[in-house]
């Protein structure tokens, strides 16, 4: 693969900071796995055609309801198993949805979804 572009009016460090929190959290959360070292992965894409950005990783997967307060605006003040309560992934959404995009977190039977977490930024 490789070659893809995508081209948004969004302000790059924006874009940027939504990035890199939606991979840092890919990165730790792979290493939380209790696959071999060589085994963990962490998988970002660009989809031209869908004019999205998907981050993947083979780590822990979230709880339904952890996703649904993180992307709702803490409906709820449960903590993540690391005791994070969501707050860069709730912050990646607004900042997407004040330029018109989203952060979405697939489930399984998405086109895009990999296992075991995914995430997609649609710009």
């Given at each position: 693969?490789?070659?893809?572009?995508?081209?948004?009016?969004?302000?790059?460090?924006?874009?940027?900071?939504?990035?890199?929190?939606?991979?840092?959290?890919?990165?730790?959360?792979?290493?939380?796995?209790?696959?071999?070292l060589d085994r963990r992965r962490v998988k970002i894409s660009v989809e031209e055609e869908a004019r999205c950005i998907v981050i993947s990783n083979?780590?822990?997967?979230?709880?339904?309801?952890?996703?649904?307060?993180?992307?709702?605006?803490?409906?709820?003040?449960?903590?993540?198993?690391?005791?994070?309560?969501?707050?860069?992934?709730?912050?990646?959404?607004?900042?997407?949805?004040?330029?018109?995009?989203?952060?979405?977190?697939?489930?399984?039977?998405?086109?895009?979804?990999?296992?075991?977490?995914?995430?997609?930024?649609?710009?």
């Open positions: 693969e490789g070659g893809s572009s995508l081209e948004t009016s969004m302000d790059f460090f924006q874009l940027y900071k939504v990035v890199y929190c939606i991979v840092d959290n890919a990165v730790h959360w792979a290493g939380s796995s209790s696959t071999e083979e780590g822990t997967k979230v709880d339904p309801s952890m996703v649904k307060a993180a992307l709702n605006g803490f409906e709820f003040t449960t903590t993540k198993s690391d005791g994070s309560i969501g707050i860069g992934l709730w912050l990646s959404n607004a900042t997407m949805m004040e330029y018109g995009g989203s952060v979405v977190h697939l489930e399984e039977g998405d086109p895009f979804f990999r296992p075991n977490v995914s995430y997609k930024i649609s710009l």
